[in-house]
């Protein structure tokens, strides 16, 4: 077929936009004019994913713990009651598990605070470079390891016949016992969290400007009146966004106790509840507390202004 010869004068054309150019031009131009629209379509996959997942779970937790257990055949009852926290209220042995939870939860969360507060300090406003590099290193290198086999790792320091013992023998002071006790769970707690501690308030230790503590030093204050009103009050958000994290993780845990601790936690009760007994409402219902304990510590932090250094 032979083309067609463009006379003199005569311009090329463009061929008219097809129709999916012509949508996608629209939808182009609506977004650059509504900015709204440009969020709602990068943020609306990630809201609806933690709508769905996160707080339709919890949703659904919730509603769970309003049912009941048949006794005979070990079924679930979707009757709607408060027995399930009757239970938890009228049994003491909930509310000590639940206290005990909470009180080694906030030992091993002051802890970690006096610990990482010395350490992050002297990687921030002391240590050179390369120092800060072999410290800060040394705190995530154990992250890149299992969680079991830093817990089992514990478990063999502080067993009896461990490293501690021996080594308190060679040095003829005799022995402690502190395999599965209260004391190694606090141990070994303490030490699984600190990175998470550290880094938080390494972070926020590392934005105070240098002039700040220059100023307090010049005007007279010792080091540890510049400590308690330049240096904390800025730290504080990061100290407070690491405890979440150490407060949270103890709190949930139920691996750590049944390894190496000789008591139970929020977590072995509802693991027993939901995998040994079948009595998932009822473990619904006590999940609730630790979720009721981090929701009053989130607003405490927020008030705070803690997730700031997040």
Not at 146 to 153: E, G, I
Not at 178 to 190: A, E, K, N, P
Request: aromatic content about 12%; charged content about 10%.
């Amino acid at each position: 077929m032979a083309q067609r010869l463009m006379r003199p004068g005569e311009r090329l054309t463009a061929p008219p936009p097809s129709a999916v150019r012509r949508l996608r031009h629209r939808i182009g131009v609506f977004l650059h004019q509504v900015p709204a629209a440009r969020l709602a379509l990068l943020l609306g996959p990630v809201l609806l994913w933690m709508i769905v997942i996160y707080l339709g779970s919890l949703a659904l937790l919730f509603l769970t713990s309003f049912w009941r257990q048949d006794p005979v055949t070990g079924a679930i009852v979707q009757d709607w009651g408060l027995t399930n926290y009757q239970f938890l209220v009228g049994e003491s042995v909930y509310r000590i598990i639940a206290i005990r939870t909470v009180g080694i939860a906030v030992a091993v969360t002051v802890t970690d605070i006096a610990l990482a507060i010395p350490i992050a300090y002297y990687a921030a406003r002391i240590a050179s470079p390369r120092v800060r590099t072999l410290l800060l290193l040394s705190m995530v290198l154990p992250l890149w390891s299992s969680y079991l086999v830093r817990v089992y790792a514990w478990r063999t320091i502080l067993s009896g016949d461990g490293v501690l013992n021996w080594s308190l023998h060679q040095l003829h002071l005799g022995s402690v016992n502190l395999g599965f006790s209260r004391w190694s769970l606090w141990i070994v707690f303490s030490y699984l969290w600190l990175p998470y501690v550290t880094l938080p308030v390494y972070a926020a230790l590392e934005r105070i400007p240098n002039s700040l503590i220059e100023a307090s030093t010049d005007l007279g204050a010792r080091w540890i009146t510049t400590f308690r009103r330049v240096i904390l009050p800025i730290a504080l958000p990061g100290i407070i966004a690491g405890s979440i994290f150490a407060f949270s993780l103890t709190i949930g845990d139920y691996i750590a106790p049944d390894l190496v601790g000789d008591t139970e936690f929020i977590g072995n009760v509802i693991y027993q509840n939901v995998g040994i007994q079948n009595d998932i409402p009822f473990a619904a219902a006590y999940a609730i507390v630790p979720a009721l304990v981090m929701a009053v510590y989130l607003l405490i932090a927020r008030q705070l202004k803690a997730f700031e250094a997040l």
